[in-house]
């Protein structure tokens, strides 16, 4: 049987791995919370990404001019008319969209020349936080050279 002391201290262990086996059980992760996760991680992704294109097109970014070449309706997502816009360089021509301006008009817009497919409506890249920042970075910068 064993002694009163031997009792205890195995009474006691079985107390502790009971005790470990409870604390274990409550640090699993549900299905929900890492769903919940997972689709942070995805925003967070995507914001991170459009934030550093944009910082790009701010840094590295070309203007020229572009030719508003037609008209198209969204049939999903935020909906509304977007205007197709074209213009070349190095001999290629190259599409994006802007939310401004009618067709046949010329608009001023900034893209990357290592990656001319990165391109956008100068108007819209001045009315982001990110280019906001980098102005003030550079005008900074500036400063104190």
Sequence with gaps: ?????????????????????AVKKNRDISFNAFYSLFIAA??????????????QLCDRGVNTTAFIRNKRHRSTGKGGTYYV???HFNGRRYTDSSPYDNIGDYI????IPDNPTNSQDIRQLEGRPIYKLYTKIKQRKDCLE
């Design 1 to 21: 049987m064993g002694t009163e002391g031997q009792r205890r201290r195995n009474r006691a262990r079985r107390m502790r791995a009971k005790e470990t086996k």
């Design 108 to 111: 001023e817009i900034r893209f």
């Design 42 to 55: 995805i925003f967070g992704y995507i914001i991170i990404d459009t934030s550093i294109e944009t910082w």
């Design 85 to 87: 816009y074209e213009f």
